[in-house]
């Protein structure tokens, strides 16, 4: 029963998967901050809230490895399972999505640092020359 509500999870609206995923994502945290406070082990990636940024990183994974165990392999003999295959496409697409944005932000900062490093090393570059060439 348990597995094939999961499987449901992924396969409709990708709106109402994002909250089963942060539903789930909060279980799985409580159970890595046991494992940080009680045993002094570092959780898995999906167990830990220090992480939560891979969510969709970590949900990509998770449909694609359901997509190709269970869906992928059955589709092919019984063309039943094809809507199931059809919805995990599209939600993996969606989490590609997410996960694409939370990747491009890092590099978007970093960029914007490097501009600004830039501004600050040319304007400390022009005091100097103008200290250096205009003496008092």
Same mark, same amino acid.
């Given at each position: ?33 046991? #494992? $940080?406070?009680? *045993? %002094?082990?570092?959780? @898995?990636?999906? =167990? ?5 940024? #891979? $969510?969709?990183? *970590? %949900?990509?994974?998770? @449909?694609?490895? =359901? ?5 992928? #392999? ?63």
């Amino acid at each position: 029963m348990r597995k094939s509500k999961c499987l449901w999870s992924l396969v409709h609206d990708q709106n109402n998967d994002l909250g089963v995923a942060l539903l789930v994502a909060a279980e799985f945290w409580e159970q890595g901050d046991l #494992e $940080i406070s009680v *045993l %002094q082990q570092q959780p @898995i990636p999906m =167990m830990d809230r220090r992480k939560v940024a #891979e $969510i969709p990183k *970590l %949900q990509v994974g998770f @449909i694609d490895f =359901m997509k190709m165990c269970r869906c992928g #392999e059955f589709s092919h003999f019984h063309k039943e399972i094809q809507p199931m295959l059809d919805g995990l496409l599209k939600n993996i697409n969606e989490w590609k999505t997410h996960a694409d944005e939370y990747d491009a932000k890092p590099k978007a900062l970093e960029e914007e640092k490097k501009k600004e490093e830039e501004k600050m090393a040319a304007k400390k570059g022009l005091k100097q020359y103008l200290a250096f060439s205009c003496p008092a």
